[in-house]
């Protein structure tokens, strides 16, 4: 679904995107602001339990991450090295997102749902790990219940309607979550595995 939505979001950033790199700003400048705002707005209002304002400032700095995108495609500096530090700050991101949500439930004396968000901050990094050293093996795992998107629209969705009083939501969001991450990663070690039993030895990069 998201992926679909994607054209439509692309739509809607290209003029901010065609702006900035008018003023000589690169993607990967974006990809580090976007990066830098989400862990620093993750970081000072979850742990205060201001989690829709906090949310808000979040999915502000979040789209940063469609952004630099929009931009590499539109000037023409797509690269290697953007495409890594694009994925390896998602994986920052993601951290400071849920650290600041264990944070808040570890002062707030929830520690069960502390447990649960620090298991989806684990699985998440397990889930773009595995993907990540299958295709170093020259393997594909384009699959899964939850990538990335999906597990920020529902940990952002979950903490921003939280924070708004909306009750129990924010913990059905992290169980629901945590489950679909735990799949996830079920998912793509199975895919992998398929591949793996039927390549040789040899012919693995």
């Not at 209002?45 to 400032?57: D, I, K, Q, S």
């Not at 700095?61 to 994925?87: H, P």
């Not at 679909?180 to 992998?192: N, P």
Request: aromatic residues 8%; charged residues 15%; contains cysteine.
């Amino acid at each position: 679904m998201l992926k679909l939505l994607r054209p439509a979001v692309t739509r809607v950033l290209t003029p901010l995107g065609r702006a900035l790199a008018r003023r000589g700003i690169s993607p990967n400048v974006v990809t580090a602001v976007g990066t830098l705002g989400t862990v620093a707005a993750a970081l000072f209002f979850y742990p205060r339990g201001e989690l829709f304002p906090g949310t808000v400032v979040i999915t502000f700095f979040v789209l940063a991450d469609l952004l630099d995108g929009v931009m590499a495609r539109m000037v023409g500096q797509g690269s290697v090295w953007g495409a890594f530090l694009d994925s390896t700050l998602d994986r920052v991101g993601d951290a400071g997102i849920f650290s600041g949500l264990v944070i808040w439930f570890m002062v707030s004396d929830q520690p069960v749902l502390a447990g649960v968000a620090l298991f989806c901050l684990v699985a998440g990094a397990v889930v773009s790990y595995v993907k990540a050293r299958a295709e170093g093996l020259g393997l594909t795992c384009d699959v899964g219940l939850a990538e990335r998107p999906e597990r920020l629209v529902v940990g952002l969705v979950s903490a921003g309607l939280g924070g708004l009083g909306v009750p129990y939501i924010l913990a059905a969001g992290l169980w629901l979550l945590a489950a679909a991450s735990a799949v996830t990663v079920a998912q793509r070690l199975l895919h992998v595995h398929r591949q793996a039993v039927s390549v040789p030895p040899q012919t693995l990069r």
